[in-house]
């Protein structure tokens, strides 16, 4: 029998959504920042949770690197990215003493983390909390979805990208989900296709069209291919806000109509 969810710090969460693959390398932080920065966009208060342990890098990509966490009576307070507040972040990367340092850590250790994280940040109000997950199906991914289990999270979002052998790993992750129970909300085809920076073709450097057939096979939702686009690099590396300043970029219909997708299933 499932055990209710306690009144605590998820209590003002309206939305979680997880953001998974099977595959490293696949961008699913760039998915879960552009997602967060797009419902922020539309109005939405926005948490992320980033349960990256070894490889912590949303921190950098909103440009928080080497703030600190503070404790409240409710816990863990987040770093807040912006002065409206908007957008809240917890990640392990604000717990090291030295940004290069490894986490060099066993399971337990790592899971003890990952629930500490879900029950004791304080988040406040939030409208969607996006959980950015490390690559596979293993220890961790157990224990965020154990520990979220109680709160019913909205669903997955598995991110791939076109390639044969991505679309493998990530099969694992769909069969993952079934298998934990958890929905999968659609499926996001990243680095579809290299766009021009000066004619605007497209060339499909890694194929394509794999996240597309991978979800007909599944029979999920395919929510989009977002393409790779220097600009999108361009601003992660220097913390800016992708969707705010480059509304002509090939890349950024694409992560606006996942977006919506997403805000369209969770009308608020």
Not at 92 to 116: C, H, S, T, Y
């Amino acid at each position: 029998m499932e055990a209710a969810a306690e009144p605590g710090n998820l209590a003002g969460v309206r939305h979680i959504i997880l953001v998974l693959s099977g595959k490293g390398g696949v961008g699913k932080s760039t998915i879960s920042t552009e997602l967060a920065l797009a419902l922020r966009h539309a109005g939405k208060k926005v948490g992320i949770l980033d349960v990256d342990l070894c490889g912590p890098s949303i921190p950098h990509m909103l440009k928080v690197q080497g703030q600190a966490v503070h404790q409240c009576d409710g816990g863990w307070v987040p770093v807040f990215v912006d002065q409206a507040q908007s957008i809240s972040l917890m990640s392990v990367g604000f717990l090291l003493e030295k940004p290069d340092e490894a986490v060099v850590w066993r399971g337990p250790k790592k899971n003890a983390l990952i629930k500490q994280f879900v029950s004791d940040v304080a988040w406040g109000q939030l409208d969607y909390l996006v959980v950015d997950t490390p690559p596979g199906t293993s220890d961790e991914h157990m224990a965020a979805v154990d520990a979220l289990r109680p709160y019913s999270p909205l669903g997955a979002l598995v991110v791939t990208t076109p390639q044969a052998v991505s679309v493998g790993d990530v099969r694992r992750e769909l069969t993952f989900c079934r298998k934990v129970g958890l929905r999968v909300i659609g499926i996001v085809e990243n680095m579809s296709g290299f766009v021009c920076p000066h004619c605007a073709e497209c060339t499909n450097v890694f194929s394509r069209g794999g996240g597309e057939e991978l979800a007909r096979h599944a029979g999920v939702p395919f929510l989009g291919s977002v393409p790779l686009d220097p600009e999108l690099t361009r601003s992660l590396e220097e913390g800016r806000d992708f969707i705010q300043e480059f509304p002509s970029s090939p890349a950024f219909p694409a992560l606006s109509s996942i977006a919506e997708k997403i805000l369209n299933e969770t009308p608020i």
